[in-house]
């Protein structure tokens, strides 16, 4: 459970952003979201691996631009 304290004359709208981003830090949405299917690991170091390839190729574009 996210608790966070109001203090005397803060703005409710300071303190929803400070829960927001509390909430963002926790990650449950991602955690969720990732949890919703199974992956196999063979299917996730793939993926991982497409990705660096693809970071790795914008990196490349860059240097030689």
């Not at 926790?26 to 955690?31: F, L, V």
């Not at 992956?39 to 793939?46: A, G, I």
């Amino acid at each position: 459970m996210i608790i966070v304290p109001i203090k005397e004359g803060e703005n409710i709208e300071r303190a929803l952003k400070r829960y927001k981003r509390k909430y963002n830090d926790i990650g449950i949405i991602r955690n969720l979201r990732k949890r919703q299917a199974f992956q196999k690991p063979s299917d996730v170091k793939r993926r991982m691996m497409e990705k660096a390839r693809y970071v790795q190729s914008l990196r490349q574009e860059e240097l030689d631009a």
